[in-house]
């Protein structure tokens, strides 16, 4: 019986850890994998204390950070399903089954997929979701972006350093990414932007060879070696099937990070806070962890 169990390790969960831990809570943590959508990140240049860092840099400070504390760490494993019973909380994954006073859930978002004809066939073979991760394979290629908010425009800023060209594909009549990002990306020769359109069809076998186009009621073959979807993200409360969601799935919460469950908090990207930033859901952790660890001494853990 765990004093509390974290579900992710990406900002909010690895802050509440370090926070958890603080507290010598007997803890653990079970992810999929460590840093969370900020080891995707680009350039970071708005976390305090850091004028300029990368994604990764950061990811791995936090680890860093965490390990310190010699936390009960659990990678590459999935939760499947999380209910209160009585006093306890009963986590179970796609590896064994685990018991706890308390429960963090912040799991984050993952990435939503184009839907359409020749996508599961090219994963991996051309087409990806981590411009950070699998940029530097398309050097002096041609590629396309397919999203026009902020984690496309990121993704499309990385690629220009690296892509001969590069083509975002935007189903909106015009992007939606911060005006600081557009800016770099607007007059860059290498960039070629197309407003109300969307992809139809992902083309090749043993790797990506184009993308099929539609745009203004007209179909046309894009050749591109590379396929980066950044459309935008789906929360991982999927598992979480008693707590309270809102329409887009996320879950709610209120400002001490609690959920409709008594002894089940959230925090991050996977909850309904607004506003998805890394220093945001750091912040939310550290709440989330310090909520828990008043809820143990309230009911005398």
Not at 92 to 97: E, H, I
Not at 182 to 187: D, F, I, V
């Amino acid at each position: 019986m765990y004093d509390l169990i974290i579900v992710g390790a990406g900002p909010a969960g690895i802050t509440a850890s370090v926070y958890a831990a603080r507290k010598r809570l007997d803890l653990m943590v079970i992810t999929q994998d460590i840093g969370g959508q900020a080891a995707w990140s680009g350039d970071i240049e708005n976390y305090t204390g850091y004028q300029f860092i990368t994604g990764p840099q950061l990811s791995q400070k936090f680890e860093e950070h965490m390990r310190k504390f010699g936390i009960n760490l659990r990678e590459n494993e999935a939760v499947l399903e999380v209910r209160k019973q009585d006093n306890s909380i009963k986590v179970k994954t796609d590896k064994g089954a685990f018991e706890s006073r308390t429960l963090i859930i912040a799991s984050g978002k993952r990435s939503r997929e184009l839907g359409v004809p020749g996508e599961n066939e090219c994963k991996n073979k051309g087409l990806t979701y981590c411009a950070t991760c699998d940029g530097p394979l398309f050097s002096g290629k041609d590629v396309a972006v397919i999203g026009g908010g902020n984690s496309a425009l990121d993704a499309a800023i990385q690629l220009t350093k690296i892509a001969r060209r590069v083509t975002i594909i935007n189903i909106a009549p015009g992007l939606t990414g911060d005006p600081i990002m557009q800016e770099q990306l607007l007059y860059n020769p290498q960039v070629t932007i197309l407003n109300n359109a969307k992809v139809g069809a992902v083309l090749g076998s043993k790797m990506v060879t184009g993308i099929k186009v539609l745009k203004d009621a007209k179909e046309e073959t894009l050749a591109v070696a590379g396929v980066f979807v950044e459309m935008g993200l789906i929360p991982n409360s999927h598992f979480a099937g008693d707590v309270a969601k809102n329409e887009l799935g996320e879950i709610k919460v209120n400002g001490r990070n609690e959920t409709n469950i008594p002894g089940i908090f959230a925090a991050g990207d996977v909850t309904d806070v607004p506003e998805k930033q890394i220093i945001i859901a750091a912040g939310e952790g550290s709440k989330a962890a310090l909520s828990a660890f008043r809820y143990l001494i309230q009911n005398r853990f």
